[in-house]
């Protein structure tokens, strides 16, 4: 199984990225996909997740500036963050669940002030 992350960088505040997790070794559109991150020091959370049948959940601290989407085709997870604040510097992991986690390696994002 590998969880392959992508898209992370340094942005100033109010810029906009967009995560990428291509998966293999699962059956990927029965999955729970989820996106969280962990800043230093910091424990670490969710973010957002979607369902295989397309239902999201976000955090509120990144309700209506994230949007989590999947592409089944494509074994892939999207996470595109808008306007973006310091406070979401982390290090930012994909996840799959179905009735165990898998993790991806993590991708560093780092904002700006």
């Known amino acids: 199984v590998q969880l392959v992350e992508s898209g992370g960088g340094l942005v100033q505040t109010g810029g906009s990225l967009r995560l990428s997790c291509t998966t293999s070794g699962i059956a990927f559109s029965t999955y729970t996909m989820g996106w969280y991150r962990q800043a230093p020091g910091k424990q670490r959370e969710l973010v957002a997740h979607?369902?295989?049948?397309?239902?999201?959940n976000y955090a509120d601290s990144v309700k209506g500036r994230f949007t989590i989407s999947r592409d089944n085709a494509k074994n892939t997870v999207y996470l595109q963050m808008n306007s973006l604040k310091p406070e979401d510097t982390a290090v930012y992991y994909c996840?799959?669940?179905?009735?165990?986690?898998?993790w991806g390696q993590g991708t560093q994002v780092t904002v700006s002030s």
């Open positions: 996840n799959a669940y179905i009735s165990f986690h898998y």
């Open positions: 979607i369902t295989s049948g397309g239902i999201t």
